[in-house]
Antibody
Framework: QVRLQESGPGLVKPSQTLSLTCTVSGGSISSPDYYWNWIRQRPGKGLEWIGYVFQSGDTYYSPTLNSRLNITIDTSKNQFSLNLHSVTAADTAVYYC??????????????WGQGTLVTVSS | EILMTQSPGTLSVSPGERATLSCRASQNVFSNLAWYQQKPGQAPRLLIYGASNRASDVPARFSGSGSGTEFTLTIGSLQSEDFAVYHCQQYNNWPLTFGGGTKVEIK
């Protein structure tokens, strides 16, 4: 059974970079069958897809966050990471990592990590 | 980007009653729609995919219907563990998008 677990600082200062890591267990992040995603949920709001990375390092980002995003993969550690630059209070959210099958139009999120709250504040 | 709209925002239901939740897409997503259940302090859990297929271990009281732009999640007889927030998500096109969620609360 594949499990995902987010880790990283819970507090980031405005204008700095938010960095999180998702560790995958019970399965290989090198599988060609999946995309590895980041999703966030701002307080009182709905879910927002951020972007994904593939085992090759290929990425696809949300158009609204594209200019500030970098998602990378480390297959040796079975981890992938999110870097969101120049954060503001509007980036305060619970951040989730999740897996999506690569097969066309099977792109639903399952499983998810438990989520980690990141607060942007000075 | 496909806009997903859920209604109502909050649904007050008594235990044992039926709950009907709606999700509308701004353009045709065929049957490429999923529903997720999210309990307080927990991650979302996949409930329904392909608009009407229950995911593993999902009780039969949960059913999904619809195609194109209009979708419905029905909970047949609400149990205490069903009070949660429900999200719809389209997966017909990238970027993948979610609705704003419907909170099902105890009446």
């Amino acid at each position: 059974q594949v499990r995902l677990q987010e880790s990283g600082p819970g507090l980031v200062k405005p204008s700095q970079t938010l960095s999180l890591t998702c560790t995958v267990s019970g399965g290989s992040i090198s599988s060609p069958d999946y995309y590895w995603n980041w999703i966030r949920q701002r307080p009182g709001k709905g879910l927002e897809w951020i972007g994904y990375v593939f085992q090759s390092g290929d990425t696809y980002y949300s158009p609204t966050l594209n200019s500030r995003l970098n998602i990378t993969i480390d297959t040796s550690k079975n981890q992938f990471s999110l870097n969101l630059h120049s954060v503001t209070a509007a980036d305060t959210a619970v951040y989730y990592c999740a897996r999506v099958p690569r097969i066309a139009r099977k792109w639903r999120f399952d499983p998810w990590g438990q989520g980690t709250l990141v607060t942007v504040s000075s | 980007e496909i806009l997903m709209t859920q209604s109502p925002g909050t649904l007050s239901v008594s235990p044992g009653e039926r709950a009907t939740l709606s999700c509308r897409a701004s353009q045709n997503v065929f049957s490429n729609l999923a529903w997720y259940q999210q309990k307080p302090g927990q991650a979302p859990r996949l409930l329904i995919y392909g608009a009407s297929n229950r995911a593993s271990d999902v009780p039969a009281r949960f059913s999904g219907s619809g195609s194109g732009t209009e979708f419905t999640l029905t909970i047949g007889s609400l149990q205490s563990e069903d009070f949660a927030v429900y999200h719809c998500q389209q997966y017909n096109n990238w970027p993948l998008t979610f609705g704003g969620g419907t909170k099902v609360e105890i009446k």
